[in-house]
């Protein structure tokens, strides 16, 4: 159906978008994504690696270093941490310096000894455990089944 000129008019006074379709899928479609746009995504974390607190230095010009071991994965640079002491989370920061031997490092892999310094934490023991992640945020969407519930993801 073309809608009329005085219609047409009343929808620009109103603000109202207007469009036009000649299937009907076209306009499900059209609402089926506008109401998947509407959807807040969600974060998803994932553990890039894990390193065990061997022994703790103090070094004047950075401040407290993690003498560690990486048990799984890879610490890298730019991750975030979490530190675990007994099972209990004590703190959530970032990298601010990683070290292999002397040289400054991007990353450590797994198996490999290095030192760990915390954004802004000082209080590091032996036998903590730093734990590196990322998170991701994971667009929703509209599953296709009917009455079109919430429910399957997208990566963004």
């Known amino acids: 159906v073309r809608p009329e000129s005085k219609s047409t008019e009343a929808a620009e006074r109103e603000g109202v978008d207007l469009r036009l379709y ?9 609402v089926h994504d506008a109401m998947e746009g509407l959807l807040e995504p969600t974060t998803r974390e ?3 690696g894990r390193a065990e607190v061997r022994q703790v230095f103090s070094v004047p ?15 890298t640079r730019s991750a975030t941490v979490r530190l675990v002491r007994d099972h209990v989370v004590v703190h959530t920061g970032k990298v601010a310096s990683l070290r292999r031997f002397k040289e400054d490092a991007r990353e450590v ?19 903590d455990v730093i734990e590196a992640f990322e998170t991701e945020q994971v667009m929703r969407r509209l599953t296709p089944t009917s009455g079109r519930s919430v429910g399957a993801e997208r990566r963004v």
Not at 61 to 75: F, M, N, P
Not at 109 to 127: H, M, P, R, T
């Open 109 to 127: 892999q797994s198996g490999y000894e290095c030192g760990i310094g915390l954004e802004n934490y000082a209080d590091v023991k032996a036998g």
């Open 61 to 75: 010009s950075s401040g407290v270093i993690a003498g560690s071991y990486v048990t799984d994965g890879k610490i």
């Open 46 to 48: 994932k553990t890039i």
């Open 22 to 30: 000649t299937v009907i899928y076209d306009a499900l479609n059209d």
